[in-house]
């Protein structure tokens, strides 16, 4: 991880880091590379950044609330992790 991915994602701990990837497609990765994807478009790749974006935050919310109601209950993973295959290449 470079000096100034590892400073932006200090500063916002669901970040997602969208790029080219040289061969006509977007590629994103999600904060911690916990969710990601390759995309045709630029607009599917941001609007799988909003939705991926928007239930982690409510993930948080709900984890925070738990934690709050309850503090002896131990903290739980709740967060997928989806592993991508390669393009396959015709």
């Given amino acids: 991880m470079s000096a100034l991915r ?3 994602s200090a500063f916002d701990p669901l970040a997602f880091t969208l790029r080219p990837n040289g061969r006509g497609c977007w590629l994103v990765e999600g904060p911690c590379n916990r969710c990601g994807g390759l995309f045709v478009s630029r607009d599917a790749a941001l609007a799988f950044i909003r939705r ?14 738990r934690s709050r109601s309850d503090p002896d209950t ?9 592993l991508l295959s390669p393009p396959s290449r015709v």
Avoid at 52 to 65: K, V, W
Avoid at 74 to 82: A, F, K, V
């Fill in 6 to 8: 590892e400073w932006e």
């Fill in 52 to 65: 991926e974006r928007r239930a982690l935050e409510e993930t948080l919310r709900s984890a925070s609330a």
């Fill in 74 to 82: 131990p903290p739980t993973s709740t967060l997928p992790l989806r």
